[in-house]
């Protein structure tokens, strides 16, 4: 039984899906070894022939004859993946297929109304797909399978019980040959040494998909890096997890395990879990880069949010920084406004606490709090969101980039309600003309935005492979 994990078509940048990787080993171990991946991304060379792209990818996934198809799916791939649904049910009603990923574990009906899918698998993917797939070849009933959403006979949508997380032991070592091509071709990959995290912030889903945070042997993510570095010459690695730093006796002995490979990699941290100790771990184990989410300079603001910050204080998270950037770190800080609890005030501290950073050495980011489906924010403060055209606003955009409204653009607009980008919460004592206004004066004084114009992704992968 021919199984495709498909990674969607999303950008002109190219990242190696190495989560599905993971997910490939581990139902090769459990029986189905004629498990592929076929990363769209990747594959897909041409980019710009849009109005046949998703005829394109179809027939791609059909060619390999699956008996079923497992498509991932975040934000940001939500209409390609709704709109190849169609395609490949067009074209094969009788293939199952099933999507998963982020938006699957948010938005399950929305996926279900959206698309053509036959299942959608909330949360983690790896039990429940092996459950389903043998379901699937055997051609029983899916009632008693957790974790999965679908339409019943009567075509009601049905949401079976939650999947209990796994233990992350059981998780063998990635099929990363099933992507050799992909990762030769890249010296920088996205790996995760854990699942979840351990706090509740309000505007973040990590936690209501991942609940707790489970972290990976260290000896198992040695053995990975390394056949990394030494089968695909990879060269620099970002840990993607939520908190990489918040465990200090596992961080410890993680960094002593890698420091023999001898590799540059980055992390997002908690700034509360930052010590001398830890800073000088990862240094000597060659990490480079430290992403910090300081989200306001109002602590106020900050504590409402749940951030949950031990040494809740400006001048706590400065002496953090320049610590780091004394080191040698380069450190990146993340903010973000349109927060419905916060002031013009609160969004004056923010910009000049942003401000402050940068003078010392940080590299910061400003963005809009972007409600994705399922936060805590939307829960409590659900009357208080207004729909918006980023676009039309010349506001930053947190789902697509120009390089997706040029993939995706003749049907993006069919999918606005799904796409996060369209909504926002105002400040309290703001209307939208006044924060817009607002907005664009702090982006100028912090020089974010239109004084650092780069190359787009479109026009770096048209220079990348023009033919000289």
């Known amino acids: 039984m021919k199984i495709v994990l498909v990674n969607p078509l999303w950008s002109f940048q190219n990242y190696p899906p190495v989560n599905l990787t993971e997910l490939a080993s581990y139902l090769i171990v459990k029986g189905f070894k004629n498990t592929k991946i076929l990363d769209l991304n990747f594959e897909i060379k041409n980019?710009?022939?849009?109005?046949?792209?998703i005829e394109l990818c179809a027939e791609k996934i059909l060619r390999l004859n699956p008996a079923a198809a497992a498509v991932t799916c975040n934000a940001v791939q939500f209409p390609f993946v709704c709109e190849l649904s169609k395609v490949l049910k067009n074209k094969n009603p009788k293939l199952p297929l099933i999507i998963g990923g982020v938006s699957a574990g948010l938005t399950p009906s929305g996926l279900l109304r959206s698309s053509k899918a036959d299942y959608v698998i909330r949360g983690e993917g790896e039990k429940t797909l092996l459950e389903l797939l043998k379901a699937i070849k055997n051609n029983s009933g899916v009632k008693n399978?957790?974790?999965?959403?679908?339409?019943?006979?009567?075509?009601?949508?049905?949401?079976?019980?939650?999947?209990?997380?796994?233990?992350?032991?059981?998780?063998?070592?990635?099929?990363?040959?099933?992507?050799?091509?992909?990762?030769?071709?890249?010296?920088?990959?996205?790996?995760?040494?854990?699942?979840?995290?351990?706090?509740?912030?309000?505007?973040?889903?990590?936690?209501a998909l991942w609940h707790y945070q489970r972290r990976k042997n260290p000896d198992n993510i040695y053995?990975?890096?390394?056949?990394?570095?030494?089968?695909?010459?990879?060269?620099?690695?970002?840990?993607?997890?939520?908190?990489?730093?918040?465990?200090?006796?596992?961080?410890?002995?993680?960094?002593?395990?890698?420091k023999p490979l001898k590799m540059d990699w980055g992390c997002l941290a908690r700034i509360d879990s930052i010590d001398d100790e830890i800073l000088q771990a990862a240094k000597n184990s060659g990490c480079r880069q430290i992403y910090h989410g300081i989200e306001s300079g109002s602590g106020a603001v900050r504590k409402m949010m749940d951030k949950k910050i031990q040494f809740n204080t400006?001048?706590?998270?400065?002496?953090?920084?320049?610590?780091?950037?004394?080191?040698?770190?380069?450190?990146?800080?993340s903010f973000m406004t349109g927060i419905p609890f916060e002031t013009k005030k609160d969004i004056s501290k923010t910009a000049s606490f942003a401000?402050?950073?940068?003078?010392?050495?940080?590299?910061?980011?400003?963005?809009?709090?972007?409600?994705?489906?399922?936060?805590?924010?939307?829960?409590?403060?659900?009357?208080?969101l207004i729909q918006i055209n980023r676009t039309?606003?010349?506001?930053?955009?947190?789902?697509?980039?120009?390089?997706?409204?040029?993939?995706?653009?003749?049907?993006?607009?069919?999918?606005?309600?799904?796409?996060?980008?369209?909504?926002?919460?105002?400040?309290?004592?703001m209307n939208l003309k006044d924060f817009v206004q607002y907005f664009h004066k702090i982006q100028k004084s912090l020089e974010i935005g239109q004084k650092n114009i780069q190359l787009t992704d479109k026009e770096l992968f048209v220079l990348q492979n023009t033919k000289k």
């Open 145 to 207: 399978i957790d974790g999965i959403s679908y339409k019943n006979n009567s075509g009601r949508i049905t949401h079976n019980r939650p999947r209990q997380l796994l233990d992350m032991e059981e998780l063998p070592v990635p099929a990363f040959e099933l992507i050799a091509d992909n990762l030769k071709r890249n010296k920088l990959v996205w790996l995760t040494a854990s699942r979840g995290c351990a706090y509740k912030c309000k505007f973040c889903s990590g936690n």
């Open 314 to 333: 400006n001048q706590f998270i400065y002496e953090t920084v320049k610590k780091e950037i004394s080191a040698d770190f380069e450190v990146i800080c």
């Open 47 to 53: 980019k710009f022939h849009t109005e046949k792209i």
């Open 223 to 258: 053995r990975q890096i390394k056949i990394l570095k030494t089968q695909y010459k990879i060269k620099n690695f970002i840990f993607g997890d939520d908190c990489l730093t918040l465990n200090k006796e596992w961080l410890l002995n993680l960094c002593k395990k890698i």
């Open 355 to 384: 401000k402050r950073l940068k003078k010392l050495g940080a590299k910061v980011q400003l963005w809009i709090l972007t409600p994705y489906p399922g936060l805590k924010i939307i829960k409590e403060y659900k009357k208080q």
């Open 392 to 429: 039309e606003l010349n506001l930053r955009q947190d789902v697509f980039n120009t390089a997706q409204f040029y993939l995706y653009g003749s049907f993006i607009e069919k999918y606005k309600k799904h796409n996060p980008d369209n909504y926002m919460f105002l400040p309290q004592d």
